[in-house]
């Protein structure tokens, strides 16, 4: 043991060695490691520990909660937004290169904060995830879900303990612009039936988030063929994670949607070739949509009346 704690000791003298002096006594800034217990706690906890205490328990019914939550998210996001703006991208930075800025200007300062909140709500995006284990709702805790709110608290804890500001802050920006969009949608959910009718746009949400995605890949990967004086290893590490969630969330998309869309198309087909070869088969020349005469002599028309001769015992006349 106290091996291992001399190389957590050395590794934490190497973070503060190069990271950003104004964060590092910040809370959750000084060590990675609470930040990464946190992550490794929500998995656990939303995937074994808690759908097995709600196994035999009847789901909460969460509606004023889910209202109030996605509320504060709206809100929480859109000063995001705004601070992000003020601190740097209204007017003061570059899109095509935005060096970090390490100084005490007040536009500086105000990026470094945003930053640090920006971290802290990916934390408070945790709730998403608990709401669906309380309600049952185990399949949406998807495999796309638990990684991309498992990753993002302990990507954006190195974003703000070494480059808070600058680059790589666009992403930050980006992001909060599209969760303002997401939880309103949430919000309109969590309202009701009543709601659902104005909610077709629902598919375009994951859309949204890879274009999203695209634009922080174009934005971090131009740095590697311009002279910029921002750390090359933060544009892989930006650009990566983009391109990472691009091609999940691009997978989310198939399955929820195109996907579901061909198997639905499959199954309409199917059905209209079993009642296609059903009426061919049917008795005394029976088929839907038209009429025709019996052996007996007597007509038969399509609709109801079809389906109840359909249901008699079929009988031979002389």
């Not at 802290?120 to 638990?146: A, P």
Request: hydrophobic share 45%; aromatic share 18%; charged share 15%.
């Amino acid at each position: 043991m106290s091996i291992v704690m001399q190389y957590v000791d050395r590794f934490h003298e190497i973070l503060d060695k190069n990271a950003d002096a104004r964060t590092t006594n910040w809370f959750l800034m000084h060590s990675p490691f609470p930040t990464l217990i946190i992550c490794l706690s929500y998995v656990y906890l939303v995937k074994v520990l808690g759908p097995k205490l709600m196994e035999n328990r009847k789901p909460f019914q969460l509606k004023k909660v889910l209202i109030v939550y996605n509320l504060f998210q709206v809100i929480f996001s859109t000063w995001i937004f705004y601070e992000s703006l003020m601190g740097g991208w209204w007017g003061h930075y570059s899109f095509r290169c935005q060096p970090v800025d390490y100084s005490d200007n007040p536009i500086a300062i105000r990026m470094v904060h945003a930053s640090w909140w920006y971290y802290f709500s990916k934390f408070t995006e945790f709730l998403d995830t608990i709401f669906f284990v309380l309600r049952k709702k185990n399949n949406q805790i998807s495999t796309l879900h638990v990684i991309h709110h498992g990753c993002m608290p302990m990507s954006v804890w190195f974003g703000v303990k070494f480059t808070p500001g600058g680059h790589s802050t666009f992403f930050g920006l980006l992001n909060s612009f599209v969760h303002i969009v997401m939880y309103t949608y949430y919000l309109l959910a969590a309202l009701g039936p009543q709601v659902q009718p104005y909610l077709w746009w629902k598919k375009y949400l994951t859309v949204f988030q890879m274009i999203q995605f695209i634009a922080v890949m174009i934005h971090a990967f131009q740095l590697l063929f311009i002279e910029c004086n921002y750390p090359k290893a933060f544009v892989w590490w930006i650009g990566l994670h983009a391109v990472m969630f691009f091609f999940l969330f691009n997978e989310f998309y198939k399955q929820q949607y195109s996907d579901k869309k061909s198997s639905i198309q499959a199954k309409n087909a199917a059905i209209a070739a079993a009642n296609a070869a059903t009426n061919n088969c049917m008795p005394n020349g029976l088929s839907n949509g038209k009429s025709h005469v019996t052996s007996n002599g007597t007509s038969s028309h399509s609709g109801a009346e079809n389906d109840v001769n359909l249901r008699k015992p079929y009988k031979i006349t002389e």
